[in-house]
């Protein structure tokens, strides 16, 4: 069982007594002393309750006996169940808390860095210049082309190699480099790094970084041409100016002396970020800001004014897989009229611009710019959408295929613990409907597309309803004697007794409809999501 962020999930048992992952040992023997009024075999008679009773039971008694035991409940929360049950060699002579957990922070770093050691990331783009006016001129459709790539490779745990090359072309000179750059982590706030270029422009140097404080960072380098002997000498102070943003400083002197000063912005759904640059013989300023739509789509504007350069450039992209993203963007700008095409994909990245026309003729920018966003929006409702919603319902349904009988079985297994939950959660509802307090009318848990369509589901005959499990009665036996329910953050619903996951690896929410003071409420919260009621919001 996987969390959103694809970590092992280790709450399954907190779920199961419906306790908090911090709670303390006298909350965790109270929760289990309520579940076992309810599952202790010997207050049933029936031979099928007394089974049904005994197989959760022991369940209880097993996150009861993990979670009481300062030990096992470290190792739980660190490596789950597998490390419980995979028998971690941890020594016989650890016997305090501290030792086991020193021991196993131990064994999870020496992971950690084994995964570490063989890992070789590499990046790259590449650059293909076009232009429309000289292919109608018959002087070619390519104007130029660049290209650039490099490796890291994690040397050991404090040094690390980066090897990298460039080349560009254009109609009448080319040029070329490689550099290699191999960075040392001196001490946790410390590090230093050789560099060294050869091509056109073949330069060595070093630069060490320090950090100053918790939220400020300075470096300060030194690079000399191997052609001329000149110096260059830069120096970068940076820090962060609130949880979203931070800011630089760089100052450069040499040939080329300049200073320049930027700030970046990013939070969950705004990106935006300006640097100006002031140097002896240029002067550069630009701006960009990003509105992320969805998960999956964005868009951008930015703009460039310079000594050599006036542009202005609005464009999206959209996420098209995992690990690939494209992007089209047009700009408009003393260069001339240019659509650029951009795929990114892990760490390469392709980019063609096309240069449309030299000059800004109103009409003809018109034209340019609404064509294309006519065309995507005409090729995403009628042609990839539609592929897209069939590609996912058909892995929906692989998915389900596969995980049918494993479903099957767990909807079976939390159905028999409902049974038992039946009275006592009866009880509750009619003293609380008596109090005019909190009554679960209604809780369904699932897929959350299955939610947003269980109205028409059951019409359509499309098996949706097959991906939701109704957990009204777990929830109203969990809400309080003083008319409160509270589901903790961070817990999977799937592992409430009484509940499971009927669609197992989909994105799950919870829908609860209830009643207090004699008002309907309605709520919808996300699998991880803490779910606390009643709440006046909540009120239709």
Known sequence: MTEKNGETNNKQLYALLNVSPEASDEEIRKAYRQWAQVYHPDKHQSPHMKDIATENFQRVCEAYEILTDENKRIIYDIYGMEGLTSGLELGPKLEKVDEIKEELERLKRQREKEKAEPNIRSSGSLLAN???????DGDGFMRGMAMATEVQSQISKRTSLDIGGNL????????????AILRHQVSPVSSVELMGSMGLQSLVGIQTSRQLSVHSTASLGITASLRDGSLNLSNTWSRQLSE???????????????IGIGWRKKEQKVSASGEIKIGTSSFGATANFTRFFSSKSHGRIAGTVGSDALALEIGGGRKISKF?????LYSIGVQGLIWKFELHRGGQKLVIPILLSHHLNPVFATGAF???ISLYFTLKNFVFKPYYLRWEKQKSLENREKTKNQVEEAINAATKAQQLLQNVANRKKIKQEEMGGLVVVQA?????????????SEETGDGVPSQIIDITVPLNFLVTDSGKLKLHEGVKKSGIMGSCDPCPGEPKQLYVKYTYDAN??????????ELLIPQESHKV
Do not use: C, F
């Open 324 to 328: 690939s993203t494209i992007r089209m």
């Open 444 to 456: 369904l848990y699932g897929s959350q597309k299955a939610l947003l369509n269980r109205h028409r």
């Open 244 to 258: 979203t943003s931070n800011g630089k400083i760089q100052l450069s002197l040499g040939e080329e002396s300049s």
């Open 520 to 529: 309907i409420h309605e709520v919808t919260v996300g699998d991880y999501d």
């Open 370 to 372: 609404i064509v294309p």
């Open 168 to 179: 560009a072309v254009n109609e009448r000179s080319g040029g070329g480099a490689a550099t």
């Open 130 to 136: 076009l232009s429309w006016p000289d292919l109608l």
